[in-house]
């Protein structure tokens, strides 16, 4: 039963935690195009300099989130930037 | 959101315009600015058919109710918003699929760094021997292409000769194989060129060094780039882009 409780309470902690990251991200759209550009420099920096597998998966987690968020708040030509420039910046990897 | 309302506003408009069987119809140019307003928001294929069924159901109004010209003049101011939708239609379908290819090529790049830093790296010298191992099986799968597109290319002249006779069948079929084959083939030539790059990669990421990948001399020779060749596996596929 404790187990079962403990399970439901990680689960539970976890979910939130994820739900509060993807809300912690608001993006300007009045600056959508040059937060395209500087986002992806920022985030792909930090997946190509990651030290160790732990910060590379905590800077692809990042970069997901931003994802996200650029396709749900913002979407179109600022969206599509992003993620050619994720492209050009990680195919020199 | 806002275009799953959009869409569903266009389908309602013109679903409800059908619903009956008929529109009600009042002047040609009246009812070509009500499509003319419904085409300007097209984005996608069942929105764009949405309209150009109202369109005609519009037209075979004009037509019951005042003949054949009023339904010539509905259609000639109708044709060009209709046309101007699909090619609307078709940018949207475009973008889509290049950001689809974005999207994916993305996710690619991810997979093959998070492959690089799980891979279990042994020394360079049994990695470099997986290299190349990969490298000769590369060659014989390249090989294999060659031959199958020969015959493919046979079988498809055989089949354009053959068409209307019984043979034609089992040539397509035959020709869809021999396509299928070739096409499984370069999948594995894909994986492969990817499993270099990830033990390239994977030293690079875990160790910050360089993996030395011996080349071909023949290939070097080829490409005329032998002094590059040693850290640029691919240095013939780059003179072949070329």
Redesign the interface.
């Given at each position: 039963m404790k187990k079962i409780v403990l399970t439901i309470t990680s689960v539970v902690a976890l979910t939130a935690c994820g739900a509060g990251d993807d809300r912690a991200i608001i993006l300007d759209e009045q600056n959508a195009l040059n937060l395209a550009y500087d986002k992806s420099y920022e985030l792909c920096e930090k997946i190509t300099q990651a030290a160790n597998y732990e910060e590379f998966k905590s800077a692809c987690a990042l970069l997901g989130a931003y994802d996200e968020a650029f396709r749900t708040q913002i979407g179109g030509e600022p969206y599509l930037i992003f993620i050619e420039e994720c492209n050009a910046l990680l195919s020199d990897k | 959101m806002k275009k799953i309302f959009r869409y569903l506003a266009v389908v309602a408009i013109a679903a409800a315009a059908s619903a009956c069987g008929h529109v009600t119809i009042t002047t040609p140019a009246k009812d070509a600015h009500h499509i003319e307003s419904l085409a300007q928001t097209i984005e996608t294929e069942a929105e764009l058919r949405a309209v150009e069924k109202l369109a005609s159901e519009y037209e075979a109004a004009y037509r019951q109710a005042y003949g054949g010209a009023m339904a010539m003049k509905f259609k000639s101011l109708v044709e060009p918003m209709l046309i101007s939708a699909g090619e609307r239609r078709d940018e949207f379908r475009a973008?889509e699929e290049?950001?689809a290819q974005?999207?994916a090529?993305?996710a690619k790049?991810?997979n093959i760094?998070?492959r690089a830093?799980?891979l279990e790296i042994t020394t360079p010298d049994q990695d470099i021997a997986k290299i190349e191992a990969n490298n000769q099986e590369r060659t014989v799968l390249e090989a294999n292409i060659e031959t199958l597109t020969a015959v493919k290319d046979e079988c498809s002249m055989r089949y354009f000769n053959a068409l209307d006779t019984p043979e034609a069948e089992t040539l397509r079929e035959e020709f869809a194989k021999v396509n299928s084959d070739i096409e499984s083939a370069e999948q594995e030539i894909d994986a492969l060129n990817i499993d270099n790059e990830v033990i390239v990669?994977a030293y690079k990421?875990q160790r910050g060094e360089e993996l030395i990948v011996a080349c071909d001399e023949e290939c070097c020779t080829e490409c005329g780039d032998a002094a590059e060749c040693g850290d640029i596996m691919e240095c013939c596929d780059d003179e072949d882009e070329e």
């Open positions: - | 973008a290049w950001l974005q999207q090529t993305l790049h991810i760094m998070e830093w799980c990669l990421l």
